[in-house]
């Protein structure tokens, strides 16, 4: 079936959410063998087309015709499978109770009677292996006990497999987000091959170096709208930044010279147990960095721990926040208004004669809401009203207005845009300069120059020290892989 | 705030119903007398569910199924103890308070030290504590210090001593919930228990500290229970394990956790002693009224649920 | 061969060795139990419990607790031994009303988005009180086929033991190895992805409540078949100890991770143990209290086959 009729064709799409729209005037149209980058701020509309194109939600105006065929009114999650669009959703949506074949089975129900397992494993083997080569995930591998980039893997790879009908879009929503630099690469390989083959695919993603490298043509969303749509060769960093309407990153900023550790007080410290002594000074900001999934998180858990008393192998004296990047799972209570999110963990300090006193709390909530910017008129909304990105202020607002003196934080930018990272980051500055001490685990390279100090990771340990200047990609990829040559 | 949005509404406006048909029934003189014993029998329904309330508010899975055996446990012990003598009030109370530590210190232990859902934890300490009091007393039934079953039966006016005792304990707790530390702690880990860690909530002592007072209030309830109804007795707790849920839920706190409040226990508990008396009054027969009770537990629950 | 597979193997083995263990104890303290004889009389309520038992691990997997099981299967028993008997077109009518009405229950639970634990504890009252209106005293008959059926005596191995294994063949078969349960054991594990998928969630629900429900209704025939008569309140421990076999048997409260297998074996663990109390000739008063006890036991011996899982 040949034919040169675009994949899709959204034709001034419209959503609008009660008095919010979400979407309006879209057009997004994808030819077949094309890869479209999809960039934009959270809350620019991306994920509500997504939602739209996959049909979990259905447009209030507008047309979208699929191979020249116009949807209709019924046109549902199995209409768009039928069509061949296939989603990767950002949450990871696999069933982790079951094994990799039988999660294979879910999405292809056309597997089925004798031999159906042996027939499942072979399909999702067959397209691991052609993503992502050395996996080295069996078929009767069960998903929960998978690492986060593995089960990620398997996604993603579900989302190509095919039997016999024809894959012909394939939606990723930052699938890159839980891979480490290798299988990235392989994904990004996978997709041109894909294109090259007359598939075509959505990239959405916040690392734009991947959407310049990967995609034919790039379409940039705000407020809703489509505002660039243009060859990928007339674009580039800058001029992606701009479309989006953020402030350029000041990538200028003059690298400190100084190497020496900062003459403060030493606030943790941990002995080496393979690694090296980790240690952080008053005012620090200091970058736990290395490939994903490498320990960070858990020794930032472990220091955070160890500020309550509950962990002997580190030092620390002072008290410590913690700022979650895993917001629904380990940040957000959904129950409650954006001021108790923030000051709860503040509270403990507000308790006058047995009750908290409401008016410290309001006082705190509005602090912080105003000197990060929050988008609210109203404190006492619900923390869900908010988008993605101004939810993670709100954990920012929790760990800063508390008490606490060192902050921990667990990759806080997964999946934020960029304006209110440069929000964030020069908060993060101004209250180090006042004396409060970070650290800061991040996979993404261009924060690590935001620190003052950063400490790579391998298995579990840190493995290399590097101060600021010489933070480079290239050091920090050699520390990953080879602690010998960057001791 | 809307007042429909109001979670506790469903079982306020329930129990107004309810009232209004039985007291067209039978008059309102007898409509007086029937909130009078609603209120004395749902006294004891409101003090075990505001342990449990707090209890279910700590997240998904977390329930406690031992409150009947605890009752008894606590009850015989103390009514053993006191054996009628008024001198023993006091130190029979200081018992069933340490039985009721004790119980809920298990409890958690079981459930911290097993890695254990709470409910498996709570059933099989149930059986524990139920054999206990089976052991100590064989069955007998000791009376209650006569100055007991007075308090436990005295009225001021139509208004039992007892639901005004429980009714200031309500407030108390109402400001717990909403107010302290703790009430914002369990609040916290009933909505994500991962989040609350690392905001800085000692997750495992709230969690504690809810089991202890849920078993601590299981077994003053028993105690006055004993009093109330003339001595302890082995099926005294039985219709409390289903009730004690039964009110929580209906009053609308949140099976999910993390959501709770306490105007809900109050007009949940006259709710279901106010339905089982009027279908009485309606003259139906057991089978007719059981079913009844369970359809509308069953619809109350499925109006106030929220639509896919 | 890794570590971690064989702390997985010894979880799996764990209710297996619970139940040979107390077969073993059994044994030791009464050698006569060791013959055809004395195994039928020891397991001759195993069928209605794993049945009961399996109907309990049905609604574990979507994630739901039914706290009204044994009230429901105390019902099925009642009409089996009235109308069943008397006019069996109206029993076997009522039956297959028993499990349209536990469909329904899945219908509303998922629709009106309700918590289990409260609708079937709404739930069990009804079923109670159908029961009280069937049959309000004690008595009714077994029909005969099933009395006929529940008292066979086939060469070499008693009833009960092949009826528990076919049972658990089948479960294990129709649940864990079908492409058809897959779709259902992944709306326990990950709901939102199974409807993504194109499945619908509110078909999972209701067939989940049917098929339990359908087990729950031979609980209550073969119960039935085994006392010859009924009343409403026969099988009202069933649903604490469903419960508890399943959960022994390894199925978890969430997350769609059950084992059909473990159920059946934590169900005959859980029967054999009030035998092996009455024969240690325990002071009746520590009875229910033992059972409380080994219960916390296999739990705990569980919790550190994990904790070694997690050192290694």
């Not at chain 1, 003459?263 to 941990?270: F, G, P, S, Y």
């Not at chain 1, 006082?363 to 869900?384: A, M, V």
């Not at chain 3, 074996?265 to 080994?294: E, H, K, M």
């Amino acid at each position: 079936m040949i034919n040169d009729l675009p994949v899709v064709d959204v034709h001034g799409v419209g959503k609008s959410f009660g008095a919010v729209n979400a979407l309006q005037d879209a057009h997004l149209v994808v030819q077949p063998g094309e890869c479209v980058g999809l960039v934009g701020h959270n809350g620019a509309g991306k994920s509500t087309l997504m939602n739209i194109l996959s049909g979990v939600l259905s447009p209030d105006t507008g047309t979208i015709s699929f191979a020249g065929e116009a949807i209709t009114a019924r046109y549902g999650v199995s209409e768009a499978k039928q069509f061949g669009l296939r989603c990767v959703f950002q949450e990871l949506s696999l069933c982790p109770n079951l094994t990799v074949a039988e999660n294979a089975r879910i999405t292809h129900p056309q597997i089925r009677g004798f031999g159906w397992r042996n027939d499942a494993s072979e399909l999702i083997k067959n397209w691991l292996d052609e993503v992502f080569p050395d996996n080295g995930i069996k078929g009767d591998d069960v998903v929960g006990d998978l690492t986060i980039a593995r089960r990620q893997m398997v996604e993603i790879s579900r989302a190509f497999s095919s039997l016999d009908e024809q894959v012909r879009l394939v939606i990723l929503d930052e699938p890159t987000s839980s891979l480490d630099k290798i299988s990235a690469d392989q994904l990004l390989t996978f997709v041109k091959k894909f294109t090259a083959q007359g598939g075509s695919v959505i990239l959405i993603s916040h690392m734009l170096r991947e959407v310049l490298s990967t995609s034919d043509r790039i379409v940039v969303m705000r407020d809703g709208t489509m505002v660039a749509d243009d060859a990928t060769e007339n674009f580039d960093r800058d001029r992606l930044v701009r479309e989006m309407g953020s402030v350029l990153a000041e990538d200028a900023e003059e690298a400190s010279a100084e190497t020496a550790r900062a003459n403060t007080a030493r606030v943790i410290q941990i002995p080496a147990k393979d690694g090296i002594d980790l240690n952080v000074f008053q005012g620090e900001i200091v970058g736990f960095a290395g490939i994903a999934g490498q320990g960070q998180t858990e020794k930032l858990i472990q220091i955070f721990d160890a500020s309550n008393g509950k962990v002997n192998a580190v030092n620390i004296d002072n008290a410590a926040a913690f700022v979650a990047g895993d917001r629904q799972a380990a940040g957000v209570f959904p129950g409650w208004s954006i001021e108790k999110n923030i000051s709860i963990a503040s509270v403990r300090m507000m308790v006058q004669r047995y009750l908290i006193d409401p008016l410290q709390e309001i006082n705190i909530s509005n602090e912080w809401k105003e000197r990060l910017g929050i988008r609210t008129d109203d404190l006492s909304n619900n923390i869900l009203s908010l988008s993605g990105g101004n939810q993670q202020k709100v954990l920012f607002a929790r760990a800063l207005g508390s008490p606490a003196q060192i902050v921990l934080m667990d990759d806080p930018m997964r999946g934020v845009d960029i304006g209110t990272k440069q929000d964030v980051y020069a908060i993060l500055k101004q209250e180090a300069e006042n004396g409060r001490t970070f650290v800061w685990y991040t996979t993404e390279m261009d924060e690590l120059k935001h620190c003052d100090y950063v400490y790579v990771f391998r298995d579990g340990e840190a493995v290399a020290e590097l101060p600021s200047h010489k933070v480079t990609e290239a050091s920090i990829l050699n520390a990953s892989f080879d602690p010998a040559t960057a001791a | 705030m809307n007042l429909t949005e109001k979670p506790w509404i469903w079982a306020w406006l329930g129990t107004v119903s309810i009232w209004l048909v039985i007291a067209s029934i039978s008059g309102l003189s007898a409509g007086t007398e029937v909130l009078t014993a609603a209120a004395s029998f749902g006294t004891f329904f409101v003090l075990v569910a505001i342990g449990q309330m707090f209890v279910v508010t700590l997240g998904p899975g977390n329930v406690d199924l031992s409150i009947p055996a605890c009752m008894t446990l606590a009850s015989t012990v103390a009514m053993k103890v006191m054996n009628g003598s008024e001198a023993m009030l006091i130190p029979g109370f200081l018992i069933v308070v340490a039985i009721g530590l004790t119980i809920g210190a298990f409890n958690f232990a079981l459930i911290i030290l097993l890695r254990i859902p709470p409910i498996i934890a709570t059933l099989s300490s149930s059986f524990l504590y139920l054999s206990t009091a089976i052991w100590y007393n064989r069955g007998l039934r000791v009376k209650p210090p006569e100055a007991l079953a007075e308090f436990a039966t005295g009225k001021i006016g139509v208004v039992p001593l007892l639901a005004i005792a429980v009714l200031i304990l309500t407030v108390l707790m109402h400001f717990v919930l909403h107010r302290t530390y703790f009430g914002r702690s369990i609040l916290a880990v009933g909505q994500n228990a991962k989040a609350a860690h690392l905001a800085g909530i000692p997750v495992e002592r709230t969690r504690f500290l809810t089991y202890v007072m849920c078993a601590v209030l299981a077994a003053i309830c028993g105690y006055f229970l004993a009093g109330f109804s003339g001595g302890a007795a082995l099926n005294m707790g039985e219709e409390y394990l289903l009730m004690s849920i039964a009110v929580v839920v209906i009053g609308g706190t949140s099976v999910a956790g993390g959501f709770a409040n306490l105007p809900g226990l109050w007009g949940a508990a006259l709710f279901m002693f106010l339905l089982v008396t009027m279908l009485n009054t309606l003259g139906l027969s057991a089978g007719y009224r059981l079913i009844l009770t369970g359809a509308i537990i069953v619809a109350v629950i499925a109006i106030s649920g929220k639509k896919r | 061969m890794s570590r971690y597979l064989t702390a997985n193997t010894m979880r799996t083995l764990l209710p297996a060795l619970s139940l040979a263990a107390i077969l073993a104890a059994i044994f030791y303290l009464q050698p006569r139990t060791m013959s055809y004889f004395g195994l039928n009389l020891l397991l001759n309520l195993a069928v209605p419990i794993a049945l009961a038992t399996i109907a309990q691990m049905f609604i574990l997997c979507v994630n739901d607790l039914d706290l009204s099981l044994g009230a429901f299967v105390s019902l099925t028993a009642c009409i089996t031994a009235t109308w069943l008997y008397d006019t069996p077109v109206l029993g076997v009518l009522a039956l297959a009303g028993c499990v349209l009405a536990y469909a329904a229950l899945g219908a509303l639970i998922h629709l009106r988005n309700l918590p289990s634990i409260v609708v079937t504890l709404g739930m069990s009252f009804v079923w109670v009180g159908i029961a009280v209106l069937i049959l309000p005293t004690p008595g009714g008959k077994a029909p005969e086929w099933i009395r006929a059926l529940m008292t066979l005596k086939p060469a070499l191995i008693p009833f009960p033991i092949i009826a528990v294994v076919v049972i658990a063949i089948v479960v294990h078969f129709g649940l864990m190895k079908s492409a058809a349960g897959v779709v259902l054991r992944g709306a326990g594990g990950n709901p939102l992805s199974v409807e993504r998928a194109g499945w619908s969630l509110l078909k999972v629900k209701v067939t989940m409540y049917a098929i339990s429900g359908f087990f729950g209704v031979l609980s209550g025939m073969a119960l039935v078949g085994l006392t010859t008569s009924a009343d409403a309140n026969i099988a009202e421990r069933y649903t604490l100890l469903s419960i508890a076999g399943a959960i022994l048997g390894g199925s978890e409260f969430v997350g769609g991770r059950v084992s059909p297998i473990g159920a059946v074996i934590g169900a005959v663990t859980l029967l054999l143990t009030g035998s092996f109390l009455s024969f240690l000739r325990l002071n009746p008063d520590w009875q229910i209290g033992a059972q409380g006890a080994i219960l916390i036991l296999v739990l705990a011996m569980r919790m550190l086959i994990n904790r070694s899982d997690k050192r290694s």
